[in-house]
């Protein structure tokens, strides 16, 4: 039975954003596993081709951000755009050849990152504007007191799998398991914000570097072992997270793809089901098809 | 072709660098909120904090971060990461202005994200230091490689005349270092992913296992490789100098400096418990 929730006492908050060029130092070089430099894009602006359902890893790409990237000019309300906007949510464009268009929230990244079709993202340029309709933060799950939401839309809730079993656990389907050796730069930070980058996922580098995760598709929804994410992000035997793959291909070290938060509470609080459909691609929009 | 220039013995430069004593910084809200979600006032990160010295249990104050004697910054973002990545433990320091102007001291540790050169000093001077003092660091140690240093194990963070005073030994192909613990990739928290010339590592020890840790302690992680970012690694051991203290934040916890790091057949971390001696105010010749 899905879960019971407080939707309706949610509010609901138009929020107003940029889509942020990508960003660069004059040194340009960063350092990968081995010692290599590299010059390779992925950050800011609007990122073509991948979208929710693709594969995670196997670009030339650092940081991948599918689709636009997203913030406010103003620094506080910037933060108000991060911390309030849930993966779900509507956006549409509201200047530029891409007016009218909308896509959804797949994520956070110190960036909102909303997908849209390519046919859309083809018209969509830095500096065009964009409205968030937020709703999520506040989000609790009837009977699972334990569990903490965040960032998670209660539209996208509704239409997941899983939920309410006989025995009190919540079922969440999952795509991939990640093990806690796999948690790399974002550990230490507030859930509600950027994501938390997978190592182990460094396709076509050595061995010593994988924990078997370059399989990770973007939008698949995955659980992170041992994490305690309810205040923050840290490290706690017996926790569980759930988070979506927000971002993709990375060749920084310590870095790679991430997922954003939505839910974490003690592991015996959860059924997990592996169901590679676990992606949300399955619920918000397939690639190549307008949402 | 030249050999890597990473690898090769060449001679240390020293840098003059100005730092200043920081003063604490919080946002609107003094709350942050603990692993437990319980909100709380974090003290004692950063600046100048007193009665904390090398050799002190890592929870033994109820602080946040909290690290030995006084941080430096600087005013300039770019001066103060560089302040933070050029300063190496070890280096000597002297206050040059403010009642403490002439107190000599050392580097004992370094903290990420913006950048933090923990500097430790006798007491009594700590004591006359004020938040704005300016104070000299003779900055030595990055490129610096001992010579006839195992080739796999890179050094960085320290000064040159400082690692023969620390539990490091060398013999053949490896090079063996007494820590007073061990720990997995896992517990490796805030600073993974980032540059270990200038980020400290925080470890999510439970109270157990900081129980009998001390700021100064040399610890191993295995599975993280620092040479540069640091992160994830089969087989490979990073060794630092424990910096500061716990955190109740989570994801955070004693941060290490990195100084070693090495694949694990040729850098052995040795736990040795009780008989283990680090980073001491005696070998920063502190009195």
Same mark, same amino acid.
């Given at each position: 039975?899905?879960?019971?929730?407080?939707?309706?006492?949610?509010?609901?908050?138009?929020?107003?954003?940029?889509?942020?060029?990508?960003?660069?130092?004059?040194?340009?070089?960063?350092?990968?596993?081995?010692?290599?430099?590299?010059?390779?894009?992925?950050?800011?602006?609007?990122?073509?081709?991948?979208?929710?359902?693709?594969?995670?890893?196997?670009?030339?790409?650092?940081?991948?951000?599918?689709?636009?990237?997203?913030?406010?000019?103003?620094?506080?309300?910037?933060?108000?755009?991060?911390?309030?906007?849930?993966?779900?949510?509507?956006?549409?464009?509201?200047?530029?050849?891409?007016?009218?268009?909308?896509?959804?929230?797949?994520?956070?990244?110190?960036?909102?990152?909303?997908?849209?079709?390519?046919?859309?993202?083809?018209?969509?340029?830095?500096?065009?504007?964009?409205?968030?309709?937020?709703?999520?933060?506040?989000?609790?799950?009837?009977?699972?007191?334990?569990?903490?939401?965040?960032?998670?839309?209660?539209?996208?809730?509704?239409?997941?799998?899983?939920?309410?079993?006989?025995?009190?656990?919540?079922?969440?389907?999952?795509?991939?398991?990640?093990?806690?050796?796999?948690?790399?730069?974002?550990?230490?930070?507030?859930?509600?914000?950027?994501?938390?980058?997978?190592?182990?996922?460094?396709?076509?580098?050595?061995?010593?570097?994988?924990?078997?995760?370059?399989?990770?598709?973007?939008?698949?929804?995955?659980?992170?072992?041992?994490?305690?994410?309810?205040?923050?992000?840290?490290?706690?035997?017996?926790?569980?997270?759930?988070?979506?793959?927000?971002?993709?291909?990375?060749?920084?070290?310590?870095?790679?793809?991430?997922?954003?938060?939505?839910?974490?509470?003690?592991?015996?609080?959860?059924?997990?089901?592996?169901?590679?459909?676990?992606?949300?691609?399955?619920?918000?929009?397939?690639?190549?098809?307008?949402? | 072709?030249?050999?890597?220039?990473?690898?090769?013995?060449?001679?240390? $430069?020293?840098? +003059?660098?100005? !730092?200043?004593?920081?003063?604490?910084? &919080? /946002? #609107?809200?003094?709350?942050? %909120?603990?692993? =437990?979600?319980?909100?709380? $006032?974090?003290? +004692?990160?950063? !600046?100048?904090?007193?009665?904390?010295? &090398? /050799? #002190?249990?890592?929870?033994? %104050?109820?602080? =946040?971060?909290?690290?030995?004697?006084?941080?430096?910054?600087?005013?300039?973002?770019?001066?103060?990461?560089?302040?933070?990545?050029?300063?190496?433990?070890?280096?000597?320091?002297?206050?040059?202005?403010?009642?403490?102007?002439?107190?000599?001291?050392?580097?004992?540790?370094?903290?990420?994200?913006?950048?933090?050169?923990?500097?430790?000093?006798?007491?009594?001077?700590?004591?006359?230091?004020?938040?704005?003092?300016?104070?000299?660091?003779?900055?030595?140690?990055?490129?610096?490689?001992?010579?006839?240093?195992?080739?796999?194990?890179?050094?960085?963070?320290?000064?040159?005349?400082?690692?023969?005073?620390?539990?490091?030994?060398?013999?053949?192909?490896?090079?063996?270092?007494?820590?007073?613990?061990?720990?997995?990739?896992?517990?490796?928290?805030?600073?993974?992913?980032?540059?270990?010339?200038?980020?400290?590592?925080?470890?999510?020890?439970?109270?157990?296992?900081?129980?009998?840790?001390?700021?100064?302690?040399?610890?191993?992680?295995?599975?993280?490789?620092?040479?540069?970012?640091?992160?994830?690694?089969?087989?490979?051991?990073?060794?630092?100098?424990?910096?500061?203290?716990?955190?109740?934040?989570?994801?955070?916890?004693?941060?290490?400096?990195?100084?070693?790091?090495?694949?694990?057949?040729?850098?052995?971390?040795?736990?040795?418990?009780?008989?283990?001696?680090?980073?001491?105010?005696?070998?920063?010749?502190?009195?």
């Amino acid at each position: 039975m899905k879960a019971g929730t407080n939707a309706a006492a949610l509010i609901r908050q138009v929020l107003a954003g940029e889509v942020w060029p990508a960003l660069a130092d004059r040194h340009a070089y960063r350092v990968g596993p081995d010692g290599q430099p590299f010059v390779l894009p992925g950050m800011g602006g609007v990122t073509l081709g991948v979208h929710c359902g693709d594969p995670a890893t196997g670009y030339a790409s650092d940081h991948l951000e599918p689709g636009a990237s997203i913030r406010h000019r103003e620094p506080g309300a910037n933060m108000a755009l991060q911390f309030l906007t849930c993966v779900g949510n509507e956006v549409r464009v509201q200047s530029g050849p891409a007016a009218g268009a909308t896509g959804h929230v797949i994520g956070q990244h110190a960036y909102v990152l909303a997908d849209f079709t390519d046919a859309d993202q083809a018209g969509l340029a830095p500096g065009d504007q964009v409205t968030v309709l937020a709703c999520g933060q506040g989000l609790e799950l009837t009977g699972h007191a334990a569990i903490r939401v965040k960032n998670l839309a209660p539209d996208l809730l509704a239409a997941m799998p899983g939920g309410t079993r006989p025995d009190g656990r919540l079922e969440v389907h999952v795509a991939a398991r990640i093990p806690a050796e796999a948690i790399g730069a974002g550990a230490g930070m507030v859930s509600e914000y950027a994501n938390t980058d997978l190592m182990g996922a460094y396709a076509g580098l050595g061995e010593d570097l994988s924990l078997g995760l370059e399989g990770l598709r973007v939008g698949d929804i995955v659980a992170l072992a041992d994490s305690d994410h309810r205040y923050g992000r840290g490290y706690r035997p017996g926790y569980l997270t759930i988070g979506v793959i927000s971002t993709g291909q990375c060749m920084l070290f310590g870095h790679g793809p991430g997922p954003s938060t939505l839910m974490s509470g003690p592991a015996e609080s959860f059924h997990l089901v592996d169901d590679s459909d676990a992606n949300l691609s399955s619920w918000l929009h397939e690639p190549g098809v307008t949402s | 072709m030249t050999a890597d220039p990473m690898s090769a013995e060449l001679a240390a $430069v020293a840098v +003059g660098l100005t !730092g200043f004593a920081e003063h604490p910084v &919080l /946002g #609107d809200s003094p709350y942050r %909120v603990s692993r =437990d979600g319980e909100p709380y $006032v974090p003290a +004692g990160d950063g !600046g100048i904090v007193l009665g904390l010295r &090398l /050799g #002190d249990p890592v929870l033994g %104050v109820a602080g =946040d971060h909290a690290a030995p004697g006084a941080c430096l910054v600087h005013p300039d973002p770019a001066a103060r990461l560089a302040l933070a990545t050029y300063a190496c433990i070890g280096n000597r320091v002297q206050v040059r202005t403010g009642p403490a102007a002439g107190a000599a001291g050392a580097v004992a540790g370094k903290r990420g994200e913006a950048g933090r050169v923990i500097t430790v000093f006798a007491p009594e001077d700590l004591a006359r230091l004020r938040p704005g003092d300016a104070v000299a660091v003779r900055a030595c140690g990055q490129g610096w490689r001992p010579p006839g240093f195992p080739a796999p194990v890179a050094v960085m963070n320290i000064d040159p005349g400082l690692l023969a005073a620390l539990p490091v030994q060398v013999s053949g192909d490896t090079v063996t270092a007494g820590v007073r613990l061990s720990v997995p990739s896992q517990l490796a928290g805030n600073g993974i992913g980032r540059p270990a010339a200038g980020w400290d590592l925080d470890l999510q020890l439970d109270p157990a296992a900081a129980a009998g840790l001390l700021l100064g302690d040399l610890v191993a992680v295995t599975g993280v490789d620092a040479r540069w970012n640091m992160g994830y690694r089969r087989d490979w051991v990073t060794v630092g100098v424990i910096v500061h203290g716990g955190s109740p934040m989570p994801g955070h916890g004693p941060g290490i400096t990195p100084i070693l790091t090495g694949p694990a057949t040729a850098l052995r971390a040795v736990p040795d418990g009780a008989q283990h001696a680090g980073l001491t105010e005696a070998a920063l010749k502190i009195s």
